[in-house]
């Protein structure tokens, strides 16, 4: 079964990312013949700076390296060694309808806050279905507001068969050139919250980062917004920030020692900022000094995302050739 997704590089994960996805990706390179990459053609619609672009891209490598992602076992690789994207997203865009890129949630929202929009922005949904479609994907595990992207390289799919494949069925989806993809969508449920209590996000300010120096994290974990409360006073872990990210590392056990403590006068808040940092450091100091040793290497970082295209270009070219056989542009 291949896996596949795209990782946007648009800056520092922090524990939202984590546990809402990279820990999902990290832990399905097990189930499949994983192929993940860094979208750095779709992250060109915000990002405009070169030094940037290159630092994002190779820092998303980075991060997954460190948190366990295993380049003899899953491909990573970067979208734009793969030249062959960009000529798939053309030929696909040939057969796209308007009006399923004028529905589509990204555009629409752009416009609809008065954005200025792009034809990138507009074609999003035809270079993720190119993506997802280049490498014969099976399944495509991402969050809910992906959802739509990837009904639309289903429906790029079966179109593409429909028009140019005699055989293919799309009852059993057999016989096309394009693989028909499933989606696997995460359970959005758990949101992580951030220092102030919203969703934690790069947006708010309000996150902790997962590679920040030890320092900055103890500082924003003790920023972190509760109530007056005072250590003489029963406290509510179930409306309490820390608690809300205390939790994801805990075992159930765990939980219910804690959350009891929480309910019995006689501890502070401080001491349970104190138990987050000492679960934050448990969990992420093995990942924490990778990352350190890797951004000493970028080379080899670099290399691993070559070595990465290569396979993955061996995909690529065969399902090109494919396609553009089928559709009369080569022969
Ligand atoms: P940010 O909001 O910080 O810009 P992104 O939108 O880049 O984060 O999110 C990248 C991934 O991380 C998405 O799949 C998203 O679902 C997940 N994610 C981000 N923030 C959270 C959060 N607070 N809780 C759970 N998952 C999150
Ligand atoms: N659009 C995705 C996001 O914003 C990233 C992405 C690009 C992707 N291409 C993909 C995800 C292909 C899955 C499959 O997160």
Redesign the pocket.
Known sequence: MRI???L?PTGRPHLGNYFGAMRQFVDLQSKGDGYYFI?NL?ALDGVRNRKEMQEFSLGVALDYLALGLDPSRATLFLQSDIPEVSELMWILGSVTPMGLLLRGHAYKDAVDEGRAVDFGLFAYPVL?AA??LLYRSDV?P?GQD?KQ?IEVARDLAVKFNQTYCPGFDPQTGEGGALKIPHAMIRDDAGVVPGTDGKKMSKSYGNTIQLFAPDKEIEKSIKRTVTDSKGVDEAKDPSACNVYGMLKLFLTAEERVAVEDRYRTPGTGYGHFKQLLIDKFHEAFDGARARHRELANDPASVREVLRNGAERARVEASKTLRDVQEACGVRW
Do not use: F, N, R, T
Request: overall charge neutral; proline content about 0%; hydrophobic content about 45%.
């Open positions: 596949l997704s795209g946007k979208a779709h993720m993506d997802i495509v991402v992906q992207h």
